[in-house]
C-alpha cells in the first residue's frame, strides 16, 4: 500500500523538478491541440500526464487502504 503512495509522491517531486527545468519559450503561435496535451516538451503533456498517473497511483492507494480498514473492522 506504501508504493503507492511513494509513487504518486515521486510522480509529484518529478513534474515539479521537469517544470523547473524546462525552458520558457517566447513562440508566438501557440501549439495545436494535440501537441499541448500529450507533448512534454511542446505544451502542457508533461502536467496531463503526470496528473493521469498521480490520479492512478492515489486511486490505488486509496482502493487498498479502505479494503484493509474493511477488513480490521
Do not use: C, H
Not at 525552458?23 to 494535440?34: Q, R
Not at 499541448?36 to 508533461?46: A, H, I, K
Amino acid at each position: 500500500m506504501g508504493i503507492w503512495l511513494a509513487l504518486a509522491v515521486m510522480t509529484i517531486l518529478v513534474m515539479i523538478i521537469f517544470r523547473k527545468k524546462k525552458p520558457a519559450e517566447e513562440n508566438l503561435e501557440p501549439p495545436s491541440n494535440f501537441v499541448m496535451f500529450f507533448n512534454p516538451f511542446e505544451g502542457e503533456g508533461d502536467l496531463f500526464i503526470g496528473g493521469l498517473l498521480v490520479l492512478f497511483f492515489t486511486s490505488i492507494f486509496f482502493l487498498e487502504l479502505f479494503q484493509t480498514l474493511r477488513y480490521i473492522f
